[in-house]
């Protein structure tokens, strides 16, 4: 499928670039059977969409299994939306770029999906662009522990700040998802994970985490590179509180740096805009069984 201008540099940087291309190679522009009913078994997706005023957000969708349904070759409905006060319907006033990525935990493993959407019929059409298998690395195994509706998460926050339940809950953290955005390549969103603490609270208003070694494509980071826009997610999977961030973030490629976070390759640090609190934002609970073997420890 080619990468962008962003991503070749930062693979270049990074010396990964014959990597980079055989990896790219399982990169495809419609959905394989395979695909799609890995898809039809999940329970929920994390989707990047970008505002009109380019603000980049993810969010997580949620249902039965069955509520994501592949009606062609290039073409995905889903049939549920976001708790409320997400911004991921206004982020679709007709088509748009979007991206999802869908995790089952307890195998664990990964789909990517990423192209264009909008809102018709009650629900989010999807036209892909491109499609691919993630490897597991850094999933933390979890197990599907009991489900909520919807109806449950009516309450959200906005603030300009993180308050001190906001920093408690990223400083647990296992797990987060980043979106980003390219103006003509379209929209990504990657899972991160490592040992709660691998995110650090710098202030309220700012965030680092290590970039490890991944699967050399560098999606995130080359979109990064340019266009700084960023949106995070964090889930409470034992609560289900959420916590949506959007800002920009940066690649440090300081090695002095890097060298003092075990497994780190590089560090990103991300300036925080607006964050979206909800405490009951995710409907579905999950128990750990087990971090990764591949993190950091």
């Not at 990964?16 to 329970?43: M, N």
């Not at 926050?157 to 990223?170: C, E, F, T």
């Amino acid at each position: 499928m080619g990468f962008h201008s962003g991503e070749i540099l930062v693979q270049e940087r990074a010396g990964v670039t014959r990597a980079a291309k055989d990896v790219g190679e399982g990169i495809l522009d419609f959905i394989p059977p395979r695909a799609g009913e890995f898809v039809a078994q999940q329970a929920f997706a994390i989707a990047a969409s970008v505002h009109p005023g380019g603000a980049v957000w993810a969010s997580v969708i949620a249902g039965a299994p069955g509520f994501m349904q592949v009606t062609g070759a290039r073409s995905l409905v889903i049939n549920s939306m976001p708790a409320a006060g997400d911004p991921l319907i206004e982020n679709l006033p007709a088509q748009a770029h979007i991206a999802l990525i869908m995790p089952e935990l307890s195998a664990p493993r990964r789909v990517r999906l990423n192209g264009v959407a909008w809102i018709a019929d009650g629900a989010i059409q999807v036209r892909t662009a491109q499609v691919y298998a993630n490897c597991p690395r850094y999933i933390q195994k979890r197990r599907l522990a009991g489900a909520f509706t919807w109806a449950q998460a009516r309450h959200s926050q906005r603030a300009s700040m993180m308050s001190p339940k906001h920093r408690a809950l990223i400083a647990k953290a296992d797990t987060f998802f980043i979106a980003t955005d390219h103006p003509e390549a379209g929209a990504d969103v990657s899972h991160k994970g490592g040992n709660p603490g691998f995110v650090k609270v710098v202030s309220d208003r700012r965030l680092a985490f290590p970039d490890y070694n991944g699967n050399s494509m560098f999606n995130t980071l080359g979109n990064i590179a340019i266009n700084p826009a960023a949106g995070l997610l964090f889930i409470d999977f034992e609560t289900g509180r959420t916590l949506q961030l959007t800002g920009r973030a940066g690649i440090d490629w300081n090695q002095q740096r890097s060298s003092s976070v075990k497994g780190a390759e590089r560090m990103v640090d991300f300036e925080l805009d607006e964050i979206i609190y909800n405490s009951q934002g995710f409907p579905l609970r999950y128990e750990l069984v087990r971090y990764s073997p591949y993190n950091p420890a």
